[in-house]
């Protein structure tokens, strides 16, 4: 098993710039998660899908932040336009949630993304 | 408002010593887990207590949940170079779907 793939893993771009991150969870987990990791707030949750549907959006930022999962195997999460106060490291995870059952979220490498 | 404070947010020891990482909340949580992370990865779990006063153990790692699921501490014995890394604890509320995680301890151990 690949484990969670995301790409790119480093991203550098300018302020007022469009970034997509993308995210291919574990096949056939239906729970995807969306972090952002910085020195100064640690791991954040801001989007939470099951089964492909967003459940819970209330941790994105702002409107410039959205994230999309149009089938069970990709998601992206897209920043327009980015300012330098996004930049920071951003997780996907996944985890197959069923009822009783404690679940596992499984993480990918991370997207290093740096607005300058 | 951070729910999950961990101490000590740094640690730097030698080879052979033990520690303990504490998670400290007012919340009470229907689950908590511990993960390490290293440089350059994602978080990856290392175990999920769910019973108040719950001990687990994998190998050198004492991990245990309070008695109130309020607070949890991870000791490890004879720590080694291959410990370093990022902890984090992430606790999970009673009727809810979604991991609240700490501030992390970041432990190096010197060989």
């Known amino acids: 098993d690949a484990g969670v793939i995301q790409s790119p893993r480093h991203e550098v771009t300018e302020m007022g710039q469009e970034v997509t991150l993308r995210c291919k969870p574990i096949?056939?987990?239906?729970?995807l998660f969306w972090y952002r990791q910085t020195m100064m707030r640690g791991l954040e949750l801001l989007i939470y899908f099951n089964n492909n549907v967003p459940i819970d959006d209330s941790g994105m930022p702002e409107d410039r932040f959205s994230a999309k999962m149009p089938n069970a195997s990709f998601s992206t999460l897209k920043i327009q336009p980015s300012e330098p106060r996004d930049s920071a490291v951003y997780f996907c995870?996944?985890?197959?949630?069923?009822?009783?059952?404690?679940?596992?979220?499984?993480f990918g490498p991370g997207t290093r993304l740096t607005v300058l | 408002t951070q729910l999950l404070e961990q101490s000590p947010q740094f640690l730097s020891i030698q080879e052979g010593e033990n520690l303990t990482v504490y998670c400290n909340s007012s919340?009470?949580?229907?689950?908590l887990q511990w993960y390490r992370q290293e440089p350059g990865e994602g978080p990856v779990l290392l175990v999920t207590?769910?019973?108040?006063?719950e001990v687990k153990k994998l190998k050198r790692l004492t991990f245990q949940f309070g008695d109130a699921r309020k607070d949890s501490s991870l000791h490890i014995t004879a720590a080694q170079p291959g410990d370093t890394g990022l902890y984090l604890c992430a606790g999970k509320k009673t009727g809810t779907y979604k991991y609240i995680f700490g501030t992390g301890t970041r432990l190096k151990v010197l060989a």
């Open positions: 919340s009470v949580f229907s689950s």
């Open positions: 207590v769910v019973t108040g006063g």
């Open positions: 995870a996944s985890s197959e949630d069923r009822q009783g059952r404690t679940d596992t979220q499984y």
């Open positions: 096949s056939g987990h239906n729970s």
